[in-house]
């Protein structure tokens, strides 16, 4: 059983180091990249707070997909609000103790998973059937997509059929954070599960999953639009004037 | 009906989503540009050997420099919420004119040239190696985006075809493949002044034309300067304003406004040109050297303000790259925006009550107003967003009595291109521009039916050309596009011009 609980600890702690690590790249890089022109797709707001509303109703609410197409948005709403359930509800598996308000969303948590392969489903038809999104799908989006229904369902199956033990999970996490390895339940299930969201976390900074830190670097969505008002300038573009 | 040897879309009652039918455009492309035309700005004059490095050394380059291609270039899901947005799509058919498979054309070679994955896995993510057969893929597709920004509009990333099809032309230039229309036009620029080469003399001769003609119709002096030093305002107008209709009636409408409002005005010979085709090429340093024109005539002319006349993509790089580009503009009047719109000119003087319009005038007409792509998504007029919607209409309905919009999802930001943009407007690709002006044909066609619409007014000389041209394919007239200061024009009573009524008082007294 040792040899289970090594390998998913070195896992863990690899698939960790390589999500916040290679996000921290991601993110360092499209930082540093300077956006040289003002490209704001207007109308956009004038202000700095305009564009932080502008920003918080994409990232909330999905606004341009939702003008865009309202099965694709109702789809992906579902599972990313989803996602965000689920996620909620484990970080008490990392906790302790648990706070009051992860206590309270405990239940919503279950609805979230549902509700997160509902809509995983939906996108997934849509590559299927509609023939535009069936011609710009590649094996990696349908992948990612299996993936992803596969983390869910492995999850709403130990919650529905066959439970583990979570107390263990949880030590087992725990045991982590200090660098020490308790035994983990060799749940087939659990194993599987842990092994999904592990390859999700490894995948994430080398996939389209770079979509969520990318939002916030999208010059189109969160410049403020006053090009007259204030100069704006790259540091490259200012070397050319003083050539 | 003009004569075309290719099928002109139907026009359909419902707008309709098609079917893909891959492979259709694959044949449109535009002339190559000669050597000459590349070497006078900068770029390789044919073909360069090794273009495959040189090509991957200047996508690293972009990368580095522009943080919406690299942005770009990863976030895409392929969610699919652009594929149907597309007015190039709608028309062919053609799959790869989807925004999101125009992007990947140049995304896989990202992949396969910059990512992990695509070094390692190419076949899983649609990574491919930069070939002669992508590169062909290149130039055709990239030549049939009008970089109109509307897939951006619906895409949760906000990711601009645009951005990518100018990064694409960059590469394309730098490896010594350039399209001969924007980049022959850029020389003229630099050689004469101006995207048509008119030269100084020519534009005196026709400014002169104007006044004689503005004078017959009017009995009043409304003059078309030139050249005129230490005046209040210099106009930077698109070139084809001096030469076409319905474009010169335009012009004819910013005099008369310049006229009653009693401001001192001047054209410059040196930067006759407010179109900057740099911006279609993708090169910044094309663009900054056109733009450097109007910062010289304005620095030599001793202008206090600076105006623009109706140019859709002229006014998003004077309303949101001017300032960047050859900014600041701290010796210009600090009262004014600068650059500022003639739309946002004339309704100023609309609001304060100055201009005396008739507009019974324009009673022959009954109007729909064409949101250009490049007003309505990249730029602003006012100081309030959507200014660049309001103004506009707001100018028409006081210059017209009969006025009615176009289907909401297709005006205002949501707007379709006229399909000559973005350095298409050039008749060897005459096919993907009537097939990409298809679905605005359609809502106006709609209009037609149910409001009586007869004209359609706009504020681009790319839009108001390229109908020109195009609306005789699908059974329209040439006369039906109109500049917004020609209904303008036709509407104003300049002071001091006798109208036919008062003439009749005065007779009968």
């Known amino acids: 059983m040792s040899l289970i609980s090594n390998f998913y600890a070195y896992l863990f702690y690899f698939a960790t180091f390589v999500l916040l690590g290679g996000l921290a790249l991601k993110v360092w890089q499209y930082a540093r990249t300077p956006a040289p022109l003002k490209i704001p797709t207007t109308p956009a707001p004038t202000t700095g707070s305009g564009v932080v509303l502008r920003m918080t109703r994409e990232v909330v609410l999905f606004e341009s997909l939702f003008r865009g197409n309202k099965w694709t948005w109702i789809f992906s709403w579902m599972f990313h609000f989803g996602l965000l359930l689920v996620t909620l509800r484990h970080l008490r598996y990392f906790i302790d103790p648990v706070p009051v308000p992860l206590q309270m969303i405990q239940p919503f948590g279950i609805y979230g998973g549902m509700a997160m392969v509902v809509g995983l489903g939906g996108l997934w038809v849509r590559r299927f059937f509609v023939d535009r999104v069936r011609y710009i799908s590649s094996r990696s989006d349908h992948l990612i997509l299996g993936l992803l229904v596969a983390i869910g369902l492995s999850g709403l199956t130990m919650r529905f059929v066959v439970h583990t033990d979570i107390i263990r999970l949880k030590e087992f996490f725990a045991g982590l954070y200090n660098f020490e390895i308790v035994t983990l339940p060799a749940d087939p299930v659990l194993l599987l599960h842990l092994l999904l969201v592990a390859t999700l976390m490894i995948i994430f900074p080398y996939s389209k999953l770079l979509h969520m830190p990318g939002l916030f670097f999208s010059p189109t969505r969160n410049q403020v639009d006053n090009p007259r008002e204030q100069r704006h300038i790259a540091p490259w573009a200012k070397r050319l004037e003083q050539e | ?509």
């Open chain 2, 1 to 509: 009906m003009a004569k075309a040897d290719f099928q002109v879309p139907e026009l359909k009652e419902y707008a309709e989503i098609p079917e893909i039918k891959p492979g259709v455009m694959a044949h449109s492309k535009p002339f190559k540009s000669k050597p000459d035309f590349q070497e006078a700005l900068g770029f390789p004059g044919e073909l360069v050997e090794d273009w495959q490095k040189k090509a991957i050394n200047k996508m690293g380059d972009l990368l580095g420099r522009y943080r919406s291609l690299r942005v770009y270039m990863d976030a895409c899901v392929k969610c699919g919420a652009c594929t149907d947005k597309c007015h190039y799509y709608l028309g062919t058919h053609d799959p790869k004119n989807m925004p999101v498979a125009r992007q990947d054309l140049l995304r896989k070679v990202y992949r396969r040239y910059f990512t992990l994955a695509g070094r390692l896995f190419p076949d899983l993510v649609g990574a491919t190696d930069l070939t002669e057969d992508v590169l062909g893929d290149w130039y055709n597709y990239y030549h049939q985006c009008s970089q109109c920004r509307r897939c951006s509009v619906f895409c949760p990333y906000g990711i601009d075809t645009a951005e990518i099809s100018m990064a694409a032309r960059e590469i394309m230039d730098s490896i010594g493949v350039g399209q001969k229309y924007c980049n022959e036009i850029i020389g003229k620029v630099y050689k004469i002044g101006n995207n048509l080469g008119l030269p100084g003399p020519a534009l005196a001769d026709t400014l002169e034309g104007l006044e004689e003609d503005v004078f017959d119709e009017t009995g009043v002096e409304v003059k078309y300067p030139l050249d005129q030093e230490g005046v209040d305002i210099l106009l930077i107008t698109p070139s084809a304003d001096f030469f076409a209709e319905p474009h010169v009636d335009g012009l004819i409408g910013y005099g008369k406004v310049f006229h009653e409002a009693g401001v001192s005005w001047t054209l410059s010979s040196y930067a006759s040109e407010a179109a900057n085709f740099g911006m279609f090429i993708g090169s910044y340093d094309n663009m900054r050297r056109v733009s450097m024109r109007i910062r010289e005539a304005a620095i030599k002319l001793g202008v206090k303000r600076i105006v623009f006349g109706e140019c859709g993509h002229a006014w998003r790089v004077a309303y949101s790259f001017l300032n960047t580009l050859v900014g600041p503009w701290d010796f210009l009047d600090p009262r004014y925006p600068v650059p500022q719109h003639i739309c946002e000119f004339t309704y100023d003087l609309i609001q304060q009550g100055k201009l005396r319009l008739d507009k019974s005038r324009n009673d022959d007409m009954v109007l729909t107003y064409h949101d250009s792509c490049n007003v309505a998504r990249a730029s602003r007029m006012g100081d309030k967003p959507g200014g660049q919607f309001d103004i506009p209409r707001a100018i028409i309905r006081a210059s017209c009595n009969h006025f009615y919009d176009m289907d909401e999802e297709t005006i205002r930001d949501r707007t379709f291109c006229c399909g000559g943009g973005g350095g298409l407007l050039t008749d060897d690709l005459m096919e993907v521009r009537v097939k990409g002006a298809q679905p605005r044909v359609e809502a106006l066609n709609h209009v037609i039916q149910e409001k009586g619409v007869t004209h359609m007014a706009a504020i681009c000389a790319i839009c108001k050309s390229q109908f020109t041209k195009v609306l005789p394919y699908y059974g329209m007239d040439m006369g039906q596009i109109v500049s917004v200061h020609q209904l303008v024009s036709n509407a104003l009573i300049l002071t001091g011009q006798e109208t036919e009524e008062e003439e009749a008082v005065e007779a009968a007294a």
